[in-house]
């Protein structure tokens, strides 16, 4: 099967749709059957392309971002139009069999059938915590593109209802498959791990948020939660700054917490590993996910996780975190305290989420892909 994949996002920063679409495709490759490229901006890769250099990245990124909406809307759309060209022009030189939209909206593509993941619908539902240009982006090119998709992937059972809610498709044209840790998620030696803290200059004991730093990962109840609790613990945020009102950082300020959190920004994932293996526990009290990649990925390095109740989080996290009310500062509060105290039940926390990554793999997550891109041809 000649399948062309947009990897696009696959060459940014190496959050949550990167890492799943790499580890994926990399498990992928190894099949004989399966002949992938890779489409990136105007060039046809037979490999998987490289990452963007991570500083140059955000720089670009955040410059981008400070311009108008209408402007930004403007060259995004433009820029998509030229891709999809582009796109088009490759698929009549060289025949492939399916291709796969990674990005946020379909392409417009009439002789290749169309499997299209959508990742969450934060867009729609959770639209006033996104920038407005990449809104109407979503909103403009989907209507006008969505006839062209043979087929719905998504990343938890919780989105594939919202999908076919939403958008009033039958349930058969979407398919769940679930994603898994990195592989380099694991146990760490203790001296790396003190090697690591010392580095960025990190406490003995700390909770660890990780993730973009944007309105959807309500930072706000997580430092409501710091100043409501008794537990005097430093707060790390490790991720990118992300877009959309910061006052969080000015609660930090005026509550006197400004030596309780240290933002560290976007990490490699070497030092994510130890970051995550000596930290207190995960605090991931996100109003909404499609998966919710770290509070596995905090599972496999043996940290406890505090996560909400709320979208996937419950179905990625099992019986193996505590969940809480992603509005309740009081109750994301008392449970820091249960994992600082409760050193036995910490220790039950920390066996339950190894169990409960070691449920997802890659090569399921492949091989789930695979299955429903052949049967997808084989419905052409």
């Known amino acids: 099967m000649r399948i062309l994949v947009n990897a696009t996002p696959m060459t940014g920063l190496l959050t949550g749709i990167a890492r799943y679409l790499r580890n994926m495709y990399m498990v992928m490759s190894n099949n004989s059957d399966v002949e992938l490229s890779y489409l990136a901006g105007k060039t046809l890769f037979n490999s998987m392309p490289p990452l963007a250099d991570s500083a140059k990245w955000e720089k670009a990124t955040g410059a981008v971002m400070k311009l108008p909406d209408p402007v930004v809307f403007g060259l995004r759309a433009a820029h998509w139009l030229r891709y999809e060209q582009i796109l088009r022009g490759f698929c009549k030189k060289k025949s492939f069999d399916l291709y796969h939209e990674t990005a946020f909206v379909p392409a417009k593509l009439p002789d290749v059938p169309t499997v299209y993941s959508i990742y969450d619908l934060s867009l729609r539902r959770w639209g006033h915590t996104h920038p407005r240009e990449r809104v ?59 090697s690591v803290r010392r580095r960025y200059n990190l406490p003995d004991s700390y909770l660890l948020f990780v993730g973009t730093l944007e309105p959807r990962k309500n930072i706000d109840v997580l430092i409501a939660a710091l100043q409501a609790g008794t537990v005097d613990i430093p707060l790390v945020l490790a991720g990118w700054q992300g877009w959309g009102d910061k006052g969080w950082m000015e609660k930090i300020s005026k509550a006197g917490l400004a030596g309780r959190v240290h933002i560290i920004g976007h990490v490699p994932d070497e030092d994510l590993v130890a970051i995550y293996n000596g930290a207190t526990a995960l605090v991931y009290p996100s109003l909404y996910e499609g998966f919710g990649l770290p509070i596995l990925e905090a599972m496999a390095c043996g940290c406890p996780v505090i996560c909400s109740n709320a979208a996937s989080m419950p179905e990625v996290a099992g019986n193996a975190a505590l969940l809480i009310d992603p509005a309740d500062s009081e109750e994301l509060a008392a449970n820091i305290e249960i994992v600082a105290h409760d050193n036995n039940k910490r220790a039950e926390m920390i066996g339950q989420g190894r169990k409960q990554a070691a449920k997802f793999s890659w090569e399921r997550t492949a091989g789930e892909t695979l299955d429903v891109f052949k049967k997808v041809v084989e419905k052409q």
Do not use: C, Y
């Not at 969505?146 to 992937?153: D, K």
């Open 136 to 194: 109407w982006f979503f909103e403009f090119f989907l209507k006008r593109r969505m006839p062209f998709v043979a087929h719905i992937l998504t990343i938890s059972e919780f989105i594939r209802q919202e999908i076919i809610e939403e958008f009033k498709v039958p349930p058969s044209m979407v398919s769940t498959v679930p994603l898994a840790a990195d592989p380099l998620f694991g146990p760490r030696p203790v001296e790396q791990v003190k």
